[in-house]
């Protein structure tokens, strides 16, 4: 059973109203490392929903959140003064007059609707605003002690005496960082506090600051009603925030905790899990750029979450798309297939690896020539408008992240760099070029090559490198037969005998 099929069937065993919750802090840039969250809870909502279940399902903003350091993308000029101040207080890096978690969180937005989630958007400044918050503050400040008695208990550390689970906002800086509760009335539902700038004063209940983040989370699960959240491994360790909040939960605001899934990292190949703060990151919007969204969505479904999943944007992103276009709706993984699955596009049916390549062939003549190169291969182009797409995505990961050895171009003259060959080299060449007809299979150009190679009395490596030297002026192309029996071959049998 898929992971998703086995969650979403404890929650219905459970009964009652399946409420799912995710969200982020948009302190930076929200790369596929924070996709994994809400890409997890997605697929348990779509598997409740084949169950003929209807879950409400949050995706929580937190913009409440301070701006914890001026991270390494950010102008300290700018952004040291604002060190401490809730993100949807302080200004966007763009200076366009959105908020600093508005210039985040927008292209994240955008990013959500191409991946196919449907899911309510609850940014955390409001929910305090608003006043929904107001009843879990009374009841966290009301019962200090014994949630600094959980607190202490589950981390073996002792709360100060000047400890609350309430941090206001500073009426004079602005800052959630310095200030100190110093009482509060319930009633008037307001809190006094004083602050390291030296300002005292009072602020309302709804607004006027936020929970710290070890009551915060149970606060919004008691007031959201979640019965189910995926959350990261940094979370799950003994004595750790999910620990805390589930006693919390339970003890103070009086309700079960949501049923947890912990999920492990994806880190970057070759640099390791994704951080925003660090500056290591590919953002999500920037992979929509270069990856259908149903196979950005099938990285992620296709492992368990207590896997940790790999990701390197050069080469191992071709085998990717390719998995995820064999798996189909009949592959070893075709639940997780169609939990990725959007629309019911029919199959493209040609290997993304042979896009790449066709779409250099055919430069800048476009997507009219890439369709006559492929259905010359023998391969059905009646999904045009599949494959176009697919070309659109392989020539922005050309532009972005293929390596070097990758990309080619289809050299209009006799490349300067093939003269001067091995005369064997050139002999096979010509001898290839005098048994080429329109209508030959990769393979029988394969076997030709080896055959004129041969017969010349050339090395294959050298009389390889001759030809692509010859087409590409590089000494490195693609796959030769493949590549050869996507040419003209008027053009082919001209360029390999102008070899001398």
């Known amino acids: 059973m898929h992971w998703a099929d086995e969650m979403a069937g404890r929650l219905a065993e459970r009964g009652g109203e399946v409420v799912i919750s995710t969200g982020i802090s948009p302190s930076g840039p929200i790369h596929i490392g924070n996709m994994r969250e809400v890409v997890t809870a997605d697929a348990v909502n779509r598997a409740l929903k084949d169950r003929g279940l209807t879950p409400a399902f949050y995706y929580i903003a937190d913009d409440f959140d301070n701006l914890r350091k001026v991270y390494p993308f950010l102008d300290p000029k700018v952004y040291t003064e604002h060190v401490g101040r809730p993100l949807s207080r302080i200004p966007g890096p763009a200076g366009d007059g959105r908020s600093y978690a508005d210039h985040f969180l927008a292209p994240f937005m955008a990013s959500l609707e191409r991946l196919g989630i449907e899911t309510e958007v609850v940014r955390l400044h409001e929910l305090y605003e608003s006043g929904r918050m107001t009843p879990a503050i009374k009841l966290a400040l009301e019962n200090r002690d014994r949630i600094a008695g959980i ?279 010509h001898r290839l070029a005098d048994g080429l007809e329109p209508g030959l299979t990769a393979e029988r150009i394969h076997e030709m090559l080896y055959d004129a190679a041969e017969k010349a009395g050339a090395a294959p490596k050298v009389v390889f490198r001759a030809l692509y030297l010859a087409l590409l002026g590089k000494e490195r192309g693609p796959r030769a037969g493949w590549f050869l029996s996507t040419l003209d071959s008027d053009f082919l049998i001209e360029r390999l005998h102008e070899v001398r």
């Open 151 to 429: 607190i202490d208990g589950m981390t073996g550390r002792e709360t100060p005496d000047t400890w609350s689970p309430f941090t206001p906002i500073c009426n004079s800086c602005g800052r959630l960082t310095r200030t100190r509760v110093t009482g509060f009335d319930a009633a008037a539902e307001t809190v006094a506090y004083g602050c390291g700038c030296g300002d005292e004063g009072e602020v309302p209940m709804a607004g006027g600051g936020k929970l710290v983040w070890r009551v915060d989370w149970p606060a919004k699960w008691w007031v959201l009603g979640v019965t189910f959240e995926p959350f990261g491994k940094d979370h799950a360790t003994r004595g750790g925030s999910y620990a805390s909040g589930e006693r919390i939960c339970s003890e103070i605001f009086g309700r079960p905790a949501p049923m947890p899934l912990v999920y492990e990292w994806i880190r970057l190949s070759g640099v390791g899990d994704m951080s925003s703060s660090k500056g290591n990151v590919v953002t999500i919007s920037e992979m929509l750029e270069i990856l259908p969204p149903e196979v950005l969505r099938f990285l992620v479904i296709r492992r368990a979450p207590k896997k940790t999943i790999s990701f390197d944007p050069g080469m191992p992103l071709l085998n990717l798309v390719n998995d995820f276009d064999e798996t189909g709706a009949t592959g070893a993984n075709e639940r997780a297939y169609r939990l990725s699955a959007l629309g019911s596009a029919p199959a493209v049916g040609v290997p993304f690896k042979h896009v790449v390549t066709v779409v250099q062939i055919a430069g800048e003549r476009g997507d009219d020539a890439v369709l006559e190169i492929l259905e010359r291969g023998g391969y059905d182009v009646s999904n045009s408008e599949g494959i176009r797409g697919r070309a659109a995505y392989a020539r922005r990961w050309l532009e972005t992240h293929a390596p070097e050895s990758v990309k080619f171009q289809l050299q209009e003259t006799l490349p300067e760099a093939a003269t001067g060959l091995e005369p064997e080299a050139v002999d096979a060449l």
